[in-house]
């Protein structure tokens, strides 16, 4: 019989115990060992029954229990030591607040997301972007970065997985109660509930609440349209990530960006918070964010292009993939009948909005609306998840700067990271505090610098060899576990599986692969090749055996097709053993599979893989990465770390037949490199080659690929640059930078390269011979104070291109003539032997330009003056 209403009843703690009510509603627990081991000590059998979840713990827990505790002095002693350690966290000074410069620090930094994987009893994430979001939320509190994130609350969050017997991939969306998740409304002076409101076409309107995830230091807030006042349409437009059609997505993103923005100044204004200098936009899903600001501007008697520049000033844009498909892109029409009068933002033009999204580029759509392109136009900064991706998203956006190389579009990179204290075991933990001391552990997993992690080279061998082997053995508990659970749901009975009793040998070589299940990311590539894939799995002296999770999207029957592919082949008796798919993949199974496995293998079609940070969590519990150099392992790849794998990308091949050389190669690499590594015993009868890998990886590796580095590469590169451009941006400083930009455009035609001079008499030189250079240049309307002349030297490829680029600035020699040209003189430096050229360009200059392509105008040469100046020399 089913309730016809659901109510959550919570408990009433003694108050000895009540300090446990704010230990459970701080996410920190999720991250703090000795927090977690205090709520299992309560009742071992509920937490492990709730998922070690402390608030489904505390809801669950007998009032004889808590009665009995609250009796306890030892466990009243921890429960002290507990609050007064996040105490201690929460209010006092870390690195942020250590800064020589502090007071040049943004005072506070809004990050957006669709999504934040905080930890599985928040299940508000899907992937990547989410564990990162999570992970950049945990480490700077970890940091003290005054940050607050941005999200939106799914009531329905991601799917949960599950198979068919015939293993088709099933989805079900469980219904999400905010009053038993680790959050808390926020409430005005009065208290009633906080709300945002948006303006919806025909007078409607979208309301949502505010609720409070405390991730230590930082708040989350998180918006939830699922409120009564609502109309049963706009009830549903939180009601699960990443799914409805174009104009529900619309509207969740309108929500996070456009009401985000609203839910921190509401946030800021009842707890005084710092407001905001810096905004960071993760993917164009929040992209409106710029949109709502620029009106707060307005408000305030600022004109669009001033607001404009104001707001750029002060965000941060990141993008997040290199694959179109994961790039919101909606019809203009959609997105103008949802601005204006009638609707929102009424005090800017809808034309104006609609302009910062269109792709207006070659090769772009002239009727669609791009997220990520207006987030780059709304941003003055940007960068790609690592220096593969940077590239790539430069050669990407290239349309956006056009006259530009695409390596001096202005997208710069910060390589992702991960948050040490989420990711690694337990084990791994506690042998680092055997051997560098608890604060020093603590210290290097919050990204204390590499120095912290040097002390891990002396860990003996055999150490290292029986933590990895425990690692192991717990992996292999738990899929064994989750296994037969799935078959259960797939419908057998107990007696058809004593069989899953075998599966999978502690002692055998174990590799791992998890990810989402998009077509790139190639989960079947291990299939090319049945046989030689099963003589691998079967090895009668080195056998492999492999852990596979990935969810497909539920629109993507091709990637479900992919997933039922593999699991079919993991169904047949013969390897059932040694190869197992285990769905419903996310954080929980995650903090097993990634310390358990010996190898994390990554195979992506190069160079879609963003940054994958999957590996990194595997590496910094020793275990070795076998990929294609993509992502973040194009950049931190030594023979130390694992392998690489070789491909065939930029040859012109078909991808079946890309596919059929990679597959190969990785079969070469797991059969005469990885497996004999593993299996072959030195003089003491371990494993010693393998065994000093996973050493490097410790401590050499592991300090690179931690959140908190990232953080601070953030802080430093972009947030702080930001502040102080949204500082100097005051209102009347807006208004004269807009009037300056919009003097140059209209000027710009009149712009000119006439004639350039060297004083080489020669096609050659010799190293360290310095030419002299003068160019004749006509600046129309504008003066030398509004432009930048420049010699852009460097080695020339066959086509004569310049790579390696180097600008020098060229001064004005005495004033204009006549006709109004200036001449610009300047040395030239032959620092580079082999084939070498120049070229000249004007560029618009300003102070408050974060890079000389931010106007995205350049003058060139016409081919007249190349010709007779003889621009490019050999």
């Excluded at 609050?83 to 209010?91: C, I, K, P, Q």
């Excluded at 090319?528 to 799995?537: P, V």
């Excluded at 004007?842 to 974060?850: G, S």
């Amino acid at each position: 019989m089913k309730a016809i209403r659901r109510f959550t009843v919570r408990p009433v703690l003694p108050e000895p115990l009540r300090p446990l009510s704010d230990l459970a509603r701080n996410l920190r627990w999720s991250w703090h060992a000795e927090t977690r081991d205090l709520f299992q000590s309560v009742d071992p059998g509920r937490w492990a029954a709730c998922g070690g979840d402390p608030v489904r713990l505390l809801g669950s827990v007998p009032a004889g229990r808590l009665a009995e505790l609250a009796q306890d002095r030892r466990f009243l002693r921890r429960l002290t030591a507990a609050a007064g350690d996040l105490h201690d966290y929460v209010t006092g000074d870390r690195w942020y607040q250590s800064q020589s410069q502090a007071a040049d620090l943004p005072a506070g930094v809004a990050y957006f997301s669709p999504e934040f994987g905080i930890t599985a009893a928040l299940p508000q994430y899907s992937g990547g972007l989410g564990i990162l979001a999570g992970d950049h939320l945990k480490a700077a509190s970890d940091l003290g970065v005054p940050l607050i994130g941005v999200g939106l609350l799914y009531r329905h969050g991601y799917f949960r997985q599950a198979l068919s017997r015939d293993g088709w991939q099933q989805e079900h969306y469980p219904v999400l109660d905010p009053n038993e998740l680790p959050v808390a409304q926020l409430k005005e002076a009065d208290g009633t509930p906080a709300q945002v409101s948006l303006a919806l076409p025909g007078g409607r309107r979208l309301r949502a609440r505010i609720w409070l995830a405390q991730v230590g230091r930082v708040p989350l807030l998180l918006l939830d349209s699922d409120v009564e006042d609502n109309d049963l349409g706009e009830r549903g437009v939180t009601d699960r990530l990443y799914g409805g059609g174009s104009e529900h997505r619309l509207l969740q993103e309108m929500l996070l960006g456009i009401g985000g923005v609203r839910a921190v100044r509401t946030y800021c204004r009842l707890t005084g918070h710092p407001e905001p200098e810096v905004f960071h936009t993760n993917e164009g899903h929040a992209g409106f964010l710029g949109l709502e600001r620029i009106a707060e501007l307005g408000e305030r008697g600022l004109d669009f292009d001033a607001a404009l520049e104001a707001v750029r000033a002060g965000t941060v844009f990141t993008t997040h993939t290199p694959v179109p498909a994961g790039i919101d892109r909606f019809d203009r029409e959609l997105v103008a009948r949802h601005f204006g009068p009638d609707a929102e933002l009424p005090g800017i033009e809808v034309p104006r909005i609609l302009q910062l999204g269109m792709e207006t580029y070659p090769g772009g759509e002239p009727n669609l609306f791009n997220m990520a392109v207006m987030g780059l136009r709304l941003a003055q900064r940007a960068n790609g998840v690592s220096l593969l991706h940077g590239q790539v998203s430069r050669e990407m956006f290239a349309g956006l700067w056009p006259g530009f190389d695409s390596g001096e579009v202005p997208i710069t990179s910060v390589t992702n990271g991960v948050h040490a204290p989420t990711w690694v075991a337990p084990e791994v933990i506690r042998l680092g505090a055997r051997r560098l001391g608890a604060q020093r552990t603590e210290d290097a997993l919050a990204g204390g610098g590499p120095g912290r992690w040097e002390g891990l080279a002396d860990v003996p061998d055999q150490d290292i060899w029986d933590l990895r082997r425990c690692l192991r053995e717990q992996l292999v508990e738990e899929v064994r576990e989750r296994l037969r659970a799935s078959w259960r749901q797939r419908g057998a009975g107990t007696a058809e599986l004593g069989w899953i009793d075998g599966v999978l040998d502690p002692g055998v070589l174990t590799i791992g692969f998890a990810r989402r299940v998009p077509s790139y990311k190639r989960l079947t590539l291990m299939l090319r090749d049945r046989d030689r894939l099963m003589e691998l799995l079967l090895h009668p002296e080195r056998p492999v055996q492999i852990v596979v999770a990935g969810k497909a999207h539920p629109a993507d029957d091709g990637g479900k097709r992919l997933v039922q592919e593999l699991v079919r082949f993991a169904d047949d008796p013969r390897v059932r053993h040694r190869l197992v798919f285990l769905p419903d993949y996310g954080m929980a199974m995650a903090q097993k599979l990634y310390p358990g496995c010996d190898i994390w293998l990554n195979n992506p079609l190069r160079p879609l893989e963003a940054c994958g940070t999957s590996g990194m969590k595997a590496a910094l519990n020793g275990c070795l990465n076998l990929s294609v150099l993509d992502g973040w392992w194009d950049e931190w790849f030594q023979p130390d770390f694992g392998w690489a794998i070789p491909t065939a990308d930029g040859a012109g091949t078909d991808p079946d037949r890309r596919d059929d050389i990679e597959a190969a190669a990785l079969y070469d690499l797991l059969e005469q490199r990885v497996t004999p590594r593993f299996y072959e015993r030195g003089r003491t009868g371990l494993p010693d080659r393998w065994i000093e890998m996973v050493r490097q990886t410790l401590t050499l590796l592991g300090p690179k690929v931690l959140a908190g580095r990232m953080v601070r590469e953030y802080v430093e590169r972009l947030y702080t640059p930001a502040a102080h451009a949204h500082r100097a941006l005051t209102p009347d400083t807006a208004r004269a930078l807009a009037d300056w930009k919009a003097r140059v455009r209209s000027a710009w035609h009149g712009v000119t390269v006439d004639h350039v001079e060297t004083t080489a008499a020669t096609a050659t030189a010799e190293l360290g011979t310095t030419l002299g250079l003068r160019v004749r240049v006509h600046l129309g309307a504008l003066s030398p104070d509004d432009v930048e002349v420049q010699a852009v030297s460097g080695r020339v490829d066959a086509e004569d291109r310049i790579t390696d680029a180097t600008a020098v600035p060229l001064k004005p020699a005495g004033g204009a003539d006549l006709e109004g040209r200036w001449v610009y003189e300047g040395p030239l430096a032959l620092n580079r032997t082999g084939p070498y050229g120049y070229t000249v360009r004007i560029l618009p200059a300003h102070r408050l330009l974060a890079s000389g392509a931010e106007v995205g105008l350049v003058a060139v040469p016409p081919q007249e003056a190349v010709e007779r100046a003889g621009v490019l020399m050999r």
